[in-house]
Structure formats: structure tokens, C-alpha cells
């Protein structure tokens, strides 16, 4: 039987390593299937790009569409396994995970954590996610022409196999609760070159281009970030960066924001750091601060060894919605940073 995993994220991709490991899956009997345009490279495992459109309502417009959009989704899931598999998600709010669910060889499900998004109880979930429910018109179509593989979607269902965490605080309220152990094994290029030196890393995030927050009230938290970093920075020590995913999409402010950076700090060199680098991994060596606004980054860094700061609180002070926001968010987020 085959494990299909659904990766988009460096914490998915250890999380499903993890379960792996836990469940003595051996790996010739596992496939990622790579969403959000994640990439990485096992050994041993096979490794499927998701390139599918998600076209969950505009179906309905027209069946022969919706047919070949239906063909399309069952040639790519027999590829992936032409026989039983079961599968692993971070959610069921997407259309893939609905529509592989619901294939006559999928002998179920389990989820798996993904970050901070896994720490909400899932009343939460449907607050910041809300259920996509279908029209009668939209029912009716989908039970007479898809054969009722088009159905509402949920972040979080209830028919779940298991559910797959790395801590007990996770998935609060679900059953069926397995805690798995993120081991890291094979850090390698993520390992700082310099045992004695505590590498300083900023870890950006998408607000102001998901418009969240206002690009004023974001540098106001983030000036403050630097008076505080620039307190701690020895003579001639690097700073390092790491761009949030939709910021290699979206790269306008990100841009300006690093030129900022390398204003206030000349002294200081700031270096980038590439995408496929697993700021997880580095906060397995215990010699990293990490300095953000909010991130799962945090939860996992806290929980290795290394200190994380926040200047969520600085942006809040400026923004009151953001303040409510934050005040929202799972108390382990506010467990594992020390507000700046």
C-alpha cells in the first residue's frame, strides 16, 4: 500500500519524515506529492509536483469541463499509485485532498501538523477559513453528473484516520492524537560554520502584502526590531534573512524592506538566505536567535534550543486590529518568543 503525503512547507516535509519513522513506513512505499510550489529532493521516495488547477466551483458552469478536469485528477492519482494507498494532509480545505479522499483505492486519511495553523482548535479554524459550502444547484449537479465526488469543503473534517502532531498541544480537541518525534536527522548545510558564533536571523512574513497590516504600522514594529538587534550585533557580524514563500512571488516590498535594512545596519553585512533552507534544521543547532513577527518558525525553534524575539506586539502598538489579531493567537506562540 502506498503513503501519500501532501508537502508544502519545510515543517510538512519533517512532520511526514517523522511519521515515516514512527510508523516504520518503508520509503519505496511512500510518495510526496509537493504543493505551493515546495521543492525538495529524497532519497528513495518519489517526488510528484501538485500541477493541478483548482477548478471546485467553475466546474458546476460546465460538465464536459468538469469531466476533463476529473480525468486530469485520476491520471495524476494513477501515477501516483495504481493500487490502495491512503493519504496525509495538513488540511481538507483543498480540492485535491477532497477529490483523492472520495477515489474508490483511498483507504482514508490522516492529518498532520503543519505549523501554527495546527494549534487552533478547529471552531477557530472555520473562523479564520470559512467552510466552503455548495448551492442545492451545486449539490444536485455534482450527485447527477461527478457522481458526488464534489462536496463541501472543511479545513478539518472529522473522518480522519489519525492525527499526527509533535506535541499534545497540538490539534486541540481532536482524537485519535499521535505524537511523533522531529528528530531532524541528516542537518547538514543548514549547521552553522562556526561552533562558537550565534548566527542572528531575521525571518520575514507576508503581511503587508496579504494586506494584514499597513506598510506604516509594519516598519514602526520593525524599526523596533532593529534598535534591538543592533543592541545585540558584534563588530562586523552578519545578519541573515529569510524571505517568506509569497515574497519570492510578490518581491516589491520585501525588496525595499532589505534595502532599509542594509541602510540602518551598513556596518553589518546582510546575507540572504535561499529559499530551500530549513530555518528548523538550523534551530536544531541551539547557536541561532531568530527574530520575526509571528511564525510556526517560533514554536519549533523554542522548542530546539534556540531563543526567538518577537516585534509583533511594536507593529500592534501602531495597529489595534493587528493587536486583537495577535492576542488570538495559540498560547504557545506566545510561550515561545520574547516580545521585543
Not at 506529492?33 to 466551483?57: A, N, S, W
Not at 494513477?78 to 477515489?103: A, K, M, Q, R, W
Not at 531563543?307 to 493567537?329: C, H, N, T, W
Request: charged content about 30%; some cysteine.
Amino acid at each position: 500500500m502506498k503513503h501519500i503525503f501532501l508537502i508544502h512547507s519545510h515543517i510538512t516535509r519533517e512532520v511526514a519524515w517523522a511519521i515515516i519513522r514512527h510508523e516504520r513506513i518503508a520509503p519505496g512505499d511512500v510518495v510526496f506529492v509537493l504543493d505551493r510550489k515546495f521543492e525538495t529532493k529524497e532519497d528513495g521516495i518519489k517526488v510528484v509536483p501538485l500541477d493541478l488547477p483548482d477548478e471546485y466551483f467553475l466546474i458546476y458552469k460546465n460538465p464536459f469541463r468538469g469531466w476533463r478536469h476529473l480525468n486530469r485528477i485520476r491520471r495524476f492519482i494513477d501515477d501516483l499509485s495504481l493500487g490502495e494507498f491512503v493519504c496525509y494532509f495538513p488540511h481538507t480545505y483543498s480540492e485535491f485532498s477532497n477529490l483523492i479522499v472520495s477515489h474508490p483505492r483511498c483507504r482514508g486519511y490522516s492529518l498532520m501538523e503543519e505549523g501554527l495553523w495546527s494549534y487552533f482548535p478547529v471552531d477557530r479554524m472555520n473562523d479564520v477559513v470559512p467552510p466552503a459550502i455548495l448551492g442545492w444547484k451545486q449539490r444536485l449537479l455534482s450527485r447527477v453528473f461527478y457522481i458526488g465526488r464534489f462536496k463541501d469543503r472543511f479545513s478539518c473534517k472529522d473522518d480522519y484516520l489519525s492525527v499526527y502532531c509533535t506535541s499534545e498541544k497540538a490539534f486541540p480537541g481532536f482524537d485519535r492524537k499521535i505524537v511523533v518525534d522531529l528528530a531532524f536527522p541528516g542537518a547538514g548545510d543548514e549547521r552553522t560554520h562556526h561552533p562558537s558564533a550565534v548566527r542572528k536571523v531575521i525571518v520575514l512574513d507576508s503581511v503587508v502584502e496579504t494586506r494584514v497590516v499597513a506598510e506604516h504600522d509594519f516598519m514602526v514594529g520593525f524599526d523596533q526590531l532593529l534598535e534591538k538587534m543592533t543592541e545585540r550585533l558584534g563588530e562586523g557580524e552578519v545578519v541573515y534573512l529569510k524571505r517568506h514563500p509569497y515574497q519570492y512571488v510578490k518581491p516589491d516590498f520585501s525588496d525595499r524592506l532589505i534595502s532599509w535594512l542594509k541602510k540602518k545596519i551598513p556596518a553589518h553585512e546582510v546575507r540572504e538566505l535561499a529559499g530551500d533552507v530549513s530555518l528548523e534544521k538550523m534551530a536544531l543547532t541551539g547557536q541561532v536567535e531568530f527574530y520575526l513577527n509571528v511564525s510556526s518558525v517560533s514554536i519549533y525553534a523554542n522548542r530546539l534550543g534556540s531563543k526567538v524575539y518577537s516585534y509583533a506586539r511594536g507593529i500592534g502598538r501602531s495597529s489595534p486590529d493587528f493587536m486583537r489579531r495577535l492576542e488570538q493567537l495559540p498560547q504557545v506562540f506566545h510561550e515561545s518568543v520574547e516580545f521585543i
